[in-house]
């Protein structure tokens, strides 16, 4: 019954506005300076992950050069952080938000911090990841 008004009805809706059957969002991360391409040996660097969804929360995960993926900080939609070992703050790291921009700092970075980063946020029981960010010295 492909001419069908219930149908029709049903297929407008889906094209037309795909808030009706649910929302994707989008996640980018880069360096939040356009000149770095490569970290330094104990400069900071900062990384931004942006999201089309406002008031979300925000994981900030590492994946180290043998392939182990780490927890960095947690940043809640009203901004508080919590990292490794439940902690307010941390020695390594500094993590904010800023409407729909989360910041992660590595105040010192050292060999253990290369790898991939990747940032992702939790929406309806649905997991939106990332892409990585590769952070290797040159």
């Known amino acids: 019954m492909a001419g069908s ?8 809706l889906v094209v037309c506005c795909p808030g ?3 929302q994707n969002y989008e996640i980018a991360i880069k360096f939040r300076d356009s000149k ?20 979300s929360d925000m994981f900030w995960i590492h994946k180290d050069k043998s392939g182990i993926l780490h927890f960095i900080v947690f940043i809640s939609s009203l901004s508080q952080t919590t990292f490794e070992g439940n902690q307010k703050t941390s020695m390594r790291f500094e ?25 992702l946020m939790n929406s309806n029981r649905i997991l939106y990841f990332s892409p990585g960010q590769p952070a290797f010295f040159p």
């Open 95 to 119: 993590a904010r938000k800023s409407d729909r921009t989360y910041y992660l700092v590595v105040k010192s970075f050292q060999p253990q911090d290369e790898g991939n980063y990747f940032c």
């Open 5 to 12: 008004p219930a149908l029709l009805l049903f297929l407008a």
């Open 20 to 22: 009706i059957h649910g």
């Open 36 to 55: 770095t391409t490569h970290p330094q040996m104990g400069q900071r660097l900062e990384l931004e992950c942006r999201t089309t969804k406002k008031d």
